[in-house]
């Protein structure tokens, strides 16, 4: 383990370059802590150059949003023929699309929030407030709104009011340009961290979250204080179950390797939904997959170590 070289992937040109930037930073820091010789390297003009002449024995990408979590570095890394931590580029496309990878699951049997798509050309050709109104016809009130594509919440709103709908589009489609709105489930909100074992896929103590402002938006989740949590989940011994199936069969059904996080919702009857699985989960001081490690007894630097030696193994 000692003799392995790492690169860490982290920045980017995404809304959530910071926030990569400290994930980044944190993992690489874990990943010396165990004997690796680490570099971290941005993904700019000079990436491939580096990833060419230097040839790490296996890449780590720490990026949040758009290449970093959409296939496209993946792709990059998998011409090169180097191997790397994650998910390969198509099973990163297909969790990207949120409306896709929802469609997924609920075909699978499993639950999600009943959810329509609609671009930004539909309000515009069809007139906004017919469209929202047959929205909310059709979905009801209360509603969550999000891009159908990214991460940490960014263009996330939550609408309790038919007023507030105009207000809420136009703050969701600042950071794409088609809108997921899906029906409100209130309940225990938790994150479930998925690693991959010599035994397959391992689901990690649940971390429940609860804002204090009621709302698990960019804010609560990057500033410290805002959010309270607790690992794991305070959930009867059903739900937690329960949870941890949902998050290893979402990592299974929707292709995934190595390291994943699902986000659900308990809602008071015990059922669990799923909201969407990121393939790049955060790293940060802030971050939901260290408190999960944490509880599960682990160190970061000892998990992505074993991910970085499945990585190598896999060529």
């Not at 890394?77 to 997924?104: I, T, Y």
Request: proline share 5%; hydrophobic share 45%.
């Amino acid at each position: 383990m000692s003799e392995r070289s790492v690169a860490v992937l982290s920045g980017g040109l995404s809304h959530e370059r910071d926030v990569s930037l400290r994930s980044g930073r944190r993992l690489s820091a874990a990943l010396r802590s165990v004997g690796m010789f680490v570099d971290e390297w941005d993904t700019d003009a000079s990436l491939l150059t580096h990833l060419t002449e230097q040839r790490p024995d296996a890449v780590v990408v720490a990026l949040h949003g758009g290449e970093g979590e959409n296939g496209s570095i993946q792709t990059v890394l998998e011409m090169l023929e180097l191997p790397f931590v994650g998910a390969d580029s198509h099973a990163c496309r297909r969790a990207w699309d949120k409306p896709g990878a929802k469609g997924e699951i609920g075909r699978s049997g499993l639950t999600t929030p009943d959810w329509v798509v609609l671009p930004h050309t539909t309000f515009r050709e069809l007139g906004a407030q017919a469209v929202l109104d047959a929205m909310v016809a059709r979905l009801g009130l209360p509603l969550m709104l999000k891009p159908d594509q990214g991460g940490s919440a960014l263009g996330a709103q939550v609408v309790r009011e038919a007023a507030e709908l105009p207000a809420a589009m136009v703050g969701c489609l600042a950071y794409g340009d088609t809108v997921l709105a899906e029906q409100l489930i209130e309940g225990v909100e938790v994150a479930v961290t998925v690693v991959d074992s010599a035994n397959g896929p391992q689901a990690l103590p649940a971390v429940e979250i609860v804002p204090e402002g009621g709302v698990y938006d960019y804010t609560a989740r990057y500033t410290a204080g805002l959010t309270n949590f607790h690992t794991p989940a305070r959930l009867d011994p059903k739900a937690a179950t329960a949870v941890a199936e949902l998050a290893v069969s979402a990592h299974r059904l929707l292709g995934l390797r190595d390291v994943s996080r699902t986000d659900a919702i308990v809602d008071e009857n015990g059922t669990v939904h799923f909201l969407e699985v990121n393939v790049s989960p955060g790293l940060t001081e802030t971050s939901l997959l260290p408190m999960a490690t944490e509880a599960a007894g682990r160190s970061l630097g000892e998990i992505y170590a074993e991910l970085v030696d499945r990585a190598i193994a896999r060529t």
